[in-house]
Each structure stands twice: as C-alpha cells, then as structure tokens.
C-alpha cells in the first residue's frame, strides 16, 4: 500500500457506521446492472438503504452485485451474520438489532447469535463448501485469509463465554473502563441526520449516546436493561485482540434518518429519546424486509462479496486481476501482515474487477485524498459512460473546512481532473442536490472537528450528451516541459511540510490544528510515483514524451533548493521509480560487488532490504503511543557521511528463514499468527538501489528502523531516542538482523497497441488529440487546441480556394466546425468556452486549428450550454448531475406542524450563495440564480412556509409574451432523507397546441377557481427550466423508455428549449400518475403529465470563493519565489522568473517556445 507505515498505538473498532445511510445506486439509471465496490465498508448500512431504495416494480429487476472490503475482518464477520440471520427469517429484527446493536445482550439473544455462530462454522472450512452452502446464492467470499478470519471471529464468539473468570473480567473492565471515559462527553453526531433540523435533534441525541454507554443497549424499558447482562461477542474482538476497542463515540443511531421525525413533530411536547429508538428501529425493520424481500427474489440476482483486506491491497489485486487475469500478484492483506490477497478461483471468472459505482466512505481521512483517487480511478468501468467514484471526508484540520476539500486535492481541480480522467460533478455543475447547510451551521456553532463533505466523481465527458455520439475522444497531448512542471508543483505541494521552515511558514495561523496533525502522513514517494503511473496511463503518454516530462520533473528537483529534507528522500524516490517502470536515474546503475554483494553473482540495480528487529525495541513506541498517537515509521541507511530515507516499509510479525545461495540469496518468512500478543520480532522490509549499499565501507553502513521526524513528534521523540530517532538499527553485514534479497522492477501493464495519433471522422477529416496548454504558473490550464485535418476532398478543394470556415459550440464539450456543407463535431475533454474561439487556417498544408479556453464554475458556456444534462447510454437514462430519488420511499413532510415555516425557511433560503443574492439584488438574468429563485417560490406557496394561501398548482410564464407553457402540480412534499433536503413529490404538463383542445375545458376550471400560481419567467430562465424538466423527470421515473422513445430518435435531450415545445419524450407521460388521478381537479390531466421531483439546489461550499494570489507565483526554473519579485519573459509574457539568473539558465531551451508563443500572439 502506498501509504506511510505507523506504528498502530491505540486501535479503535468502529462497528457502527458514523454517518447516515446512503444509496450507492442513486446515480445510476434504475435499468443498470450495479456493480459496487465499497471500501472500507464498516456496517452494512449503504447495501441495506441501497436496496430498501430500489423501486419495488417488475419493470426493474436488475442484478446488483456490492463488494464490500473493510481491512478489520470483526466487521466481515459481523456483516455476513447479520446477512444471514435476515436471510434464515427465523429472528425477530428486535433480536437481531440488539445482536447486532447493544453491548450487553440478554440470555436469549445470546444464545441465538451463538447458535447462528455454530452454523456459520458448520458450513464449511474451504471456499469450495461455503460455494455450495445455501448463503453462497448472495454472499460469496473473496480470498481463503476472509473465510479463515471470519471463521476465527465466529469460533471466537461462541467460545466467549467460556472463558475463564479472569479473562471475561478483564474484558467487562474494558467495557465499563471505555464506558466511562464517555462521560461528560455531549456527542450528537447523529444529529446530523436531521439536516436542517440538526438544532432540534442535537438534545435528545447528546441524551441517547450517554444512556446507550451508561446501559449498553438502546432500550428504555428497565427489565429490558436490567436482562442484558451478558457481553456482545461481536463487541470483544477486532484487529485491536481482545477486549473493548470500539470507539468511544460509537452510536447506533447514527445509520439512520432523523429529519421526518423532528420535521413533523407536533404540538408542544417535544421529540423523546422513545420516539428516536422506536423510529430507528422502524427504518431498521424496513431495511431489513427490503433485503429479504430481494434477495428470495428468482427476478433478479443480489451477490454481497466480502473481503477482509486493506482497501488500496484490493484495489491492486483487483486491477491486477482485471488487466493480466492474475488471481494472486505478491500483495499483503495489509500492514502487519504477510498473508496474500488470494482471489478466489471459484469466483474470479466472473466476479466484477470494474465498476460503474465505487465507494470510498471516508477513507481519504485515513489515507489521503489523492491516494483514494489513485487506487480508484484505474477500477472505474469505462468513465467516459458515467462511471461513478464517491469520496467522503469527516475529519476537519484547517481554519475554513468549507475550503478544505480542494486543497487537499495539491492541485487545481480541473487540472487535475484532465489528468485523472474524472472531476467533481458538482465543480463543473457549480450547483449539488444534496445540502451540506447544516455541516455549516454546525460549523458555525464552533464544532470545527468535523465537516462531513461527500463528493461524486465523473467524467467530465459523461455529462455531454452529443459526445456519446461522436467518437470517443482521444487522451489529450501535453506539453512535455509544461506536464514536467505541473507533476514536480504537485510534488513539492504534497511533500514541502516535511521541512520546519515550510511547515512553520505555512501553518503560521493554524499552528495548533497543524500541530496536532502534523503526525498524520499520507503521502511517501511511492505515492507520488503512482499518481504518475497513473497519469501516464489515463494520457497514454508515448515513451519518447515520457521521457521529456521526467527530464523536466527531474530537473526543477534538482534546482530546487527549498526543500533540505527532499535530499535525503531522493533515493526513496529512485528506487520507486525504477520499480515501477517510470523512470531509471543514471545513478542507479553505479553498482560494486562489494560488502553484502561481494558474492553475488550479479548485482541488481535494486535490492529488497529486510531488517529484524527484537519485539522488546517497540516498548518505546507503546509509551510513545499515548502522546504522539500513531508516530510514523520509516527506515534509514546511514553512514559516517551519509543518510537515506525510505518510507515505503512493510512490517509483519515473525521470523525470517534463509534460502538460495550466497551468489543468490532468497528468503521465506514465517508469521506469527499472534501478531502483537506473540513474542516473534518484527520483521521490516523495504526496496532501495543496491548502489547505495556500497557508497561507504560495509562497516559504516547500518539499517535502521526510526520515527519520523515532525513538529509534534520532535522533542518528545528525541529525548527517548536519541537525535537520529532510531528504534533498532543494525550494520548491513549483520546477518542476524539483516538480510538483502534482489528486488525485480514490476512487469509493465500491456499497453494498448492501437495508434493514438488522431480519431477518424468522414465529414471533413482527421482529428488530433487535443493538444493542452498550461498558464505561465503551470497550475491552470490556459487552452485547448484540436487540430482538424482537411481530408475530404470536396471540404479540401472549398478550403484550398479561401472558403471561411464556421465554428459554433454545440455543447459542453463539442465545438462544431463547418466547411462549405460539410460539418464536423470537435470534442474535447473538458467543458469549453466556445464563444472565446479561435481558428488557425493552414490552407496549404490543408488543416485547422481549433482553440478554446476550458470553461469552469462560474465561466461562460461550458456547463451553462446544458446545465442539467440527461447522460447514460439507448435507453438507460439518468440525470448526469442530480441524484435519482424512489419518491415513494421517502416520508411524507407534515405542513401542519407548529414550527415548520422557519426551518423550512432557512433550508430553502440556503440554496443562493452570497454571490448569487448579489447577482438576484442587481436584478441580473443569471439562469442558475433564476431557476434557484423559482424553486424558492414553489416550495414556499406549496407549503404556506411565508403565510399566505398554499398553492399546489404554477404555470411557468413568458413575462414578455405572457405565453405559458408549463404547468406543474405539486401533489406531496417529502423528506429527501440521504441527501438532507426536501422535494416537492409532483407532475409536470408540457402545454402544446395539439394538446390543448383536450384539456381546455379543466384547465379554464382551474383557472377560474383561482387554484393556479403564476411565475413570471425570463427567456434566459424559460430555457433553463425547458432543460431541467427532463432532469427532474429522469430523477424520479418508474417506467421504461422505449425503443422509439424520441430522444433515442431525435438523438437530443430536451427534445426542444422553444416555447409551445414540449422538451420531454412521450414514455412517461400518463405512467406512475396514480396520486393525481385522485385529486378531482387534476385527474383530467393526468393522462398527459409526466411525475417530477423537484428538489433544492445548493450552491457548492468549496467554490464560492475562487482566485488565486498573482505574488504566489513560481520560478519557472527553481520553483522559487520571487526575489525580490517574480518577473516575466518581456517577449511572450508567458513564463515567470524569480531573477536574472534562473532566466539566464533557462533562455537555450525557452528561446524556440519564446518565439512560437509570439507567433501565436
């Protein structure tokens, strides 16, 4: 795993989920077979809530198929029986809640989880018996080490009260010793639920975490407490060994849903902590029939897969299965361990290595940002189509959490987003369907702790309806020196905190949140080389240009003199590089066959290093542990003048045996299944250049194993271990303790042979890849430039003779460009701002340039072209940028409550940002604003929120003509409950001409009894919301598109953004009516409407605010700062220098491109 090695300290199981519950299915089409990945999974809550979701209706029946990967097997081991107790329906889901919620059980309870236990153990100790139990029909288990561990688990739960007095006593002590350092707590993180009720549910909740820690289970009723007096086996073990690890703010409300129950409470007594258990475990019980209900289903097929492993381990496996069908590539389960990820032959045939929807919980709090994107990424089944990867974050560190999410990215998020292949939708959308208001609220309120932020990531492409239609679009082409620099900014962002003076610089207000950070560390150099794997996967970048970006990468590394603590991990960086076939440094080749190797009988360029180090040097650590927490470790190759660091280290517990010779040596490795209870040491190991190993005399040279130096670590760190922070170190030729094995370089992943020089195309000729260009910084990307080939010889002769090509943007991502009769659509890989076009003719040479800015947030045209795209692929559709909603499933919010016009107030009122109230008092025609505004209006005269008489019918106007168009019934409003918001449950009416003679007659009785709303709209908001309707219709449906659907013929969603237009297809019209056939005054229109779900949307808390400082530009050269201040190139104004000198150094290689970009100007 590419993720620095700590030292586990204190270890806390998290049984229990610490947010609510989320469907993983909400962005994909109701027809689209799912496969899901979910990294570290925790409890069952998402699979359960997906499924509970999913329309109960013959028309969909698709097969869903989650893999679930926690690294903890406890939390395996406890999934599958709750699984299977609900597959066996023999339990009452009282009994299996408490089993699986409460820390004491009573008698009964005990006895069936134990008995379940029993038979789980009966059915098979091989993954070839559990394949033919009955379980196998929907749980399938991924590796042997995930049977074995869960197994253990169960074996363990069974036998736990049969232990010995004293254990069972050390073991309650745990509990009651956990239990009580809970008190004088006030955690409510379950309040978070309620979203914008969060203020009225944070009481009761604080209440409930105490009674739950103070009595072990969720009940009030004293027999009930009084009864449960036994341990929750399934509490005792987890990857901390026995006893009570759970963390302490573990609470079992958190999975579930809390606005309905706070939102529509009445009269003046207020919601009790009986009301929130007794609405819990109704959700928990309607989960629970939802899965039983599907999984006994013969229509569909429903396979959980479970696998005990370290998230990015199984992402490797998995890409490793997936690309060369190896079913076992040399990867631990996890640190610590030394057992293999073993794919399971029985399954891994035709078991899922893609997905269209992976989940990442909040992983990227446990291992950085950019490592969750890098492990991912390669997984998603073909991105371009609308694959989907979800990331979460819980944890807060800055002075602003709201502005947290981009900077942890270390780099511009659409910069990045063409170099991974996938952006935040919301970014490009500038608007979410889900509120995060009350994480700001509680924010405000000054719990800065926490700021729960979920993202979705697609394909910038995805969203542009015309680009399935043209050809896919090849990985654009970059500048070699440009892409150099971009990778070594990022580079320096991720690792510059390493040095005091940086860190000190950087967090100068903030230190006391960055102290306390500081030892969190996600980030070694094989991270960095796998982000550039990655990247040069994603471009496809050719070798020949590979080589120039990695010139340049190298270069300005070592220029840069800012960063000391870089020097001593340069050979860490080497050797990686090396190993992953990325780049080989000519220093890597000095090699001797001396000391170690003065018998080998040849000497690799890379060598892995295993050092054994006695389990009596960690007694430090433990102490250690309850200061600095988690301290990072690494490993050192000292000598007399030399120090080398190197991050990428493997433990494990047990000991190391010698094989081979001594010309070729080889070892085997025995583990201790005790791990941390065992006596065996602690074996380390890590990959570096064999060179180095003979830099100094054999004698000088020792191995060791240290903490990381950081600022909070210092001073503690140094006065038990001395200035070199060493754990254990040993000489190299000490054959007890070290031992030195060649290290192969990873084979490289088969690269596809097609040609990547330019897409095919009839109309007017070849196109190129899009050529990218960088700003004078290298942060942002400046243009795009597609050159079109003039091949067709008829489009060739009108071009040859001074014909003036057109060229007009057509959607996001597609410009259209036009000679004589011949058009041709020009796709990019980004939105892009059309209107800022410009064409370069080269009519001799016969082609044509076509360049345009990217478009973003805020930005003309782009996703402002479409702003609510309808993607997916025939007839599978969905909304590209707005969560699709089972409306029947969602509770109904109450308008007679006491209290509802001022929560509700606020909610809606939180859709605008500060700018966009700006934009609304200047009276300025922004369509987003606009739609906002209107949405506004309709949830407040549906629900009487600001007085007045409700509402519950609106005709959509043209305020010039006075022509209407549209009309909308609002029949019900319901709590959006993953997503904290409301929606209004209703069905929209496309007036047209031929339509109009049927309904005349109940449309000018509705008008006379005064039932309908009007809202005035501009032209610009008419076109918006002829754009959205299809959205809000495709968000909500329960009916099947056809095969002579329209927008399948017309080949366009809308079908029309004209007035008297109707801009949706015919398939849904008159289907899932149902509610209004039984309202008199509507029923007449219901053979013509269409069911909407109409929702808030919310402006995007990390954007808001977007710019950047022009004095905290780079040296082109150093990467330096300005001294004293940055200066341009005075020819093309294109490339900054921080002095003379660097501008000197750089002016043979900048003078060509000087004059090019002055061409170009």
């Known amino acids: ?113 134990t008995e379940h236990c029993k038979k789980l153990l009966k059915i098979g100790e091989s993954l070839k018996e559990w394949s033919s139990s009955k379980y196998a029909r929907f749980i399938r288990i991924g590796t042997q080490y995930t049977l074995t561990e869960l197994r253990r688990h169960w074996r363990l739960y069974t036998e736990l009260h049969s232990l010995s007095p004293d254990r069972k006593n050390r073991i309650r002590d745990a509990f009651s010793a956990t239990a009580k350092s809970t008190k004088g707590l006030s955690v409510a993180s379950a309040a978070r639920s309620a979203g914008p009720l969060v203020g009225k549910a944070s009481k009761v909740c604080a209440e409930l975490f105490v009674a739950y820690w103070k009595t072990g289970t969720t009940s009030s009723r004293t027999h009930e407490i009084t009864a449960a007096t036994f341990l929750n086996p399934t509490f005792v073990y987890s990857l901390g060994g026995e006893g009570f690890n759970v963390h302490y703010g573990t609470d079992p409300i958190t999975p579930f849903h809390l606005a309905a129950l706070f939102g529509n409470a009445q009269g003046a007594r207020p919601v009790s902590g009986y009301d929130v258990i007794r609405t819990v475990k109704a959700q928990f019980d309607d989960w629970c029939s ?36 190896a079913l076992n590539l040399g990867i631990p389960v996890a640190q610590w361990k030394t057992q293999l990820i073993q794919l399971n032959p029985v399954e891994y045939g035709n078991a899922p290595s893609t997905f269209n929807v992976i989940d990442t919980s909040n992983l990227s709090d446990h291992i950085g940002l950019l490592n969750t994107l890098i492990a991912t990424v390669p997984l998603l089944r073909s991105p371009s189509r609308g694959s989907i990867l979800y990331t979460e974050s819980l944890l807060s560190y800055g002075i602003d959490a709201t502005k947290e999410f981009a900077e942890r990215l270390q780099a511009d998020v659409h910069t990045l987003g063409l170099l991974l292949g996938v952006t935040p939708i919301d970014y490009l959308s500038g608007f979410s369907s889900r509120s995060n208001t009350h994480e700001l609220m509680m924010n405000s309120w000054g719990l800065k702790s926490q700021f729960h932020q979920m993202t979705t990531w697609k394909s910038p492409v995805s969203g542009d309806q015309l680009v399935s ?3 896919k679009p090849l990985p654009a082409v970059w500048d070699g020196r440009q892409l150099g620099t971009l990778l070594y900014d990022i580079y320096h962002e991720l690792f510059e905190q390493e040095d005091a003076r ?29 982000f550039l794997k990655l990247v040069r996967e994603n471009l496809e970048i050719p070798a020949e240009l590979w080589i120039e970006v990695m010139d340049r990468f190298i270069a300005l590394k070592e220029a840069d003199q800012s960063l000391p603590m870089d020097s001593v991990n340069y050979q860490d960086l080497a050797g990686h590089l090396y190993l992953h076939g990325m780049h080989t440094l000519p220093f890597l080749h000095i090699t001797k066959k001396s000391g170690p190797f003065s018998s080998w009988g040849t000497v690799p360029l890379l060598v892995r290093v295993i050092l054994v180090v006695p ?58 299944p005790e791990g941390w209870e065992g006596s065996s040491p602690v074996v380390v190991s890590f990959t570096m250049s064999a060179g180095l190993l003979t830099l100094e005399p054999a004698a000088h040279t020792r191995i060791c194993l240290s903490v990381r130096t950081t600022p909070a670590s210092a001073m503690v760190v140094v006065q038990r271990l001395g200035l070199e922070q060493s754990v254990f170190g040993a000489n190299i030729m000490d054959e007890d303790h070290v031992h030195i094995v060649p290290q192969d370089p990873f084979p490289a992943p088969p690269r596809d042979s097609t040609s990547r020089s330019s897409y095919h195309s009839f109309e007017i000729g070849n196109v190129d890849p899009v ?98 795209p309808v993607s997916g692929m025939d007839t599978k559709l969905q909304p590209w940028n707005m969560h699709r909603l089972n409306l029947t499933s969602l509770p109904i919010l109450n308008l007679k409550t006491s209290d509802q016009k001022k929560w509700l107030n606020m909610h809606l009122g939180s859709m605008m940002s500060t700018r966009e109230y ?57 709590f959006d409950l993953a997503s904290h918001t409301v929606v209004c449950d209703g069905y929209v009416l496309p007036l047209t001409r031929k339509m109009l003679p049927k309904i005349e007659t109940p449309l000018g009785k509705l008008e006379q009894e005064k039932l309908i709303r009007t809202i005035p709209m501009s032209k610009v908001e008419i076109n918006a919301w002829k754009r959205l309707l299809p959205a809000l219709a495709e968000r909500c449906r329960l009916w099947k598109h056809g095969d002579n659907c329209e927008y399948l013929m017309q080949g366009k969603i809308p079908l029309s953004d004209e007035m008297e237009q109707d801009p949706l297809c015919g398939c849904g019209k008159g289907k899932d009516v149902e509610p209004m056939s039984k309202v008199a005054a509507w029923a007449k229109f219901a053979p013509f409407a269409v069911r909407v779900a109409l929702s808030p949307l919310f402006a995007v808390s990390y954007l808001e605010k977007i710019g950047r400082d022009p004095a905290a530009g780079r040296c082109f050269v150093c990467r330096g700062k300005g001294k004293p201040k940055m200066m341009k190139c005075t020819a093309c104004a294109k490339v900054r220098y921080c002095s003379k000198e660097c501008q000197r150094k750089d002016w043979k290689a900048h003078k060509p491109r000087c004059k090019q970009a002055v061409m170009k100007a």
């Not at 997906?50 to 893999?67: G, H, K, M, N, W």
């Not at 967090?507 to 306390?516: D, E, F, K």
């Not at 059309?834 to 805020?858: C, D, H, T, W």
Request: proline share 5%; hydrophobic share 40%; glycine share 6%.
């Open 615 to 672: 389990r009596e040097k960690f007694n430090v650590l433990h102490i250690l542990g309850g200061t600095l927490g988690t301290p990072v470790l690494q490993c050192d190759a000292r000598g007399n003048w030399s120090h080398n660091i190197f991050t990428g280290v493997h433990a494990a517990f047990g000991t190391v045996i010698r094989l081979g010779t001594k010309s070729h040596p080889r070892v085997t490795f025995k583990e201790d």
């Open 469 to 471: 239609t043209c050809h």
């Open 771 to 868: 050529a990218v260009e960088l700003d004078e910084e290298c942060e942002l990307v400046s243009r795009l430039t597609s050159v079109v080939q003039v091949q067709n010889n008829e489009a060739k002769a009108l071009f040859g003779s001074g014909v003036m090509p057109t060229i007009s943007q057509v959607s996001p991502c597609v410009m259209r460009l036009v000679v004589g009769g011949h058009a041709q659509n020009v796709v990019y890989p980004i939105p892009v701002i059309g209107s800022q076009n410009m064409l370069r003719l080269a009519r001799k040479s016969s082609y044509i340039e076509v360049i345009v800015p990217p478009s973003g947030p805020f930005k003309h045209d782009g996703m402002k072209l479409n702003p609510f």
């Open 502 to 530: 940086h860190f000190w610089r950087i967090n100068q207000n903030n230190l006391s949140n960055a102290l306390s950070a500081s030892n969190i560390v996600h980030y070694m150099r094989e991270s960095f080389v796998l």
């Open 1 to 113: 795993m590419a993720h620095p090695l700590v030292f586990p300290g204190k270890y806390f199981f998290y049984p229990i989920g610490n947010t609510s519950a989320v469907s993983l299915l909400k962005d994909l089409a109701p027809e689209e077979p799912a496969n899901i990945l979910l990294l570290g999974c925790g409890d069952p809550r998402n699979v359960l809530y997906s499924i509970f979701c999913e329309p109960q209706t013959p028309a969909f029946s698709r097969p869903l198929d989650f893999t679930c990967c926690d690294i903890d097997p406890a939390i395996s081991a406890r999934n599958v029986i709750l699984f299977t107790l609900l597959a066996d329906s023999r339990l009452s889901t009282d009994v299996i809640w408490n089993t699986f919620f409460h820390f004491y059980l009573d008698k009964d309870s005990l006895a069936q989880l």
């Open 918 to 974: 700006a934009l609304r008092k200047a009276h300025e025609d922004d369509a987003m604003m606009r739609v906002k505004d209107t949405l506004n209006s309709i949830f407040v005269q549906s629900t009487g929120a600001q007085g007045g008489a409700v509402k519950r019918v609106f005709n959509l106007i043209d305020k010039e003509t006075n022509n209407c168009d549209t009309i909308l019934f609002i029949s019900e409003l319901r």
């Open 290 to 325: 939802a899965f039983r209900t599907i999984i006994s289903s013969t229509r569909r097929a429903t396979i959980i897969r479970v696998f005990a492993c370290e998230a990015t381990a199984l992402c490797r496996a998995l890409k490793g299965f997936s690309t060369a069908g």
